[in-house]
């Protein structure tokens, strides 16, 4: 059974910095891997996808790496704003799809 | 992006009741659409994944008799929340892909409160 970690639980930082969120999980036999944002009451929104085979992605401000082997992905946000304050949620996706979640990093950014 | 949608956002229901929650996708065809719960402060569980044309395959500790999902068509999928009780207050999120492994559209989520 997946199981997936993510760390730090909450993280409070001032506006402009650059933060690493981490995400680690035990089955490594994954299709992809996908960064989520969830805004309090909200559904989740897609971030970035990472299928198996690659590395990372990148999208703007935000950059995943995936390290299958080992069984661990990153999220790189540079220059954080306010608007970056949500929970990040990690997800690796096993056969058909199924993707299973971390508690996720709730994130706040201090004008 | 494709777009998920669900109905309704929220509702309020007294215990014993029956509640249907819809999820569409509409722009895409979903051969397959997956419903999951997320309790206060918790993370987002996987309830079963709804199959167009077939039965639903539940998740461990999941009772088939209780949610019951229906997958009509490549565009709907519905579960309905039988006989509720306080304790199946929840949010209740579905997701659909174009493709299996690729990227998962979420719908907004339906808050369920029975009281």
């Known amino acids: 059974k997946q199981e997936v970690t993510q760390i730090p639980a909450a993280l409070s930082v001032p506006e402009g910095e650059n933060l690493v969120l981490n995400c680690s999980f035990t089955d490594s036999a994954i299709y992809n891997l996908q960064w989520f944002r969830q805004d309090p009451g909200k559904g989740l929104t897609s971030l970035l996808l990472?299928?198996?085979?690659?590395r990372e992605q990148t999208s703007g401000r935000l950059n995943a790496s995936l390290d299958k082997s080992s069984g661990r992905s990153t999220l790189y946000i540079a220059a954080s704003q306010p608007g970056d304050s949500a929970t990040y949620l990690c997800?690796?996706?096993?056969?058909?799809?199924?993707?299973?979640f971390g508690e996720g990093t709730q994130l706040t950014v201090n004008p | 992006g494709a777009v998920v949608s669900q109905h309704p956002s929220w509702v309020i229901c007294k215990s014993g009741t029956s509640v249907k929650i819809e999820c569409r996708s509409l722009?895409?065809?979903?051969?397959?659409m997956f419903w999951y719960r997320q309790f206060p402060k918790q993370s987002l569980m996987l309830m079963a994944t709804?199959?167009?044309?077939?039965?639903?395959?539940?998740e461990q500790g999941v009772e088939k008799d209780k949610f019951l999902i229906n997958h009509a068509s490549l565009t709907l999928s519905t579960l309905t929340v039988t006989s509720a009780h306080p304790e199946d207050s929840s949010f209740y999120i579905c997701s659909a892909g174009l493709d299996e492994g690729d990227t998962q559209y979420f719908g907004p989520g339906t808050r369920l409160t029975v009281l």
């Open positions: 709804s199959n167009e044309g077939s039965k639903a395959t539940y």
């Open positions: 990472i299928q198996s085979s690659q």
């Open positions: 722009d895409f065809q979903a051969t397959t």
């Open positions: 997800a690796p996706a096993t056969s058909g799809s199924r993707l299973t």
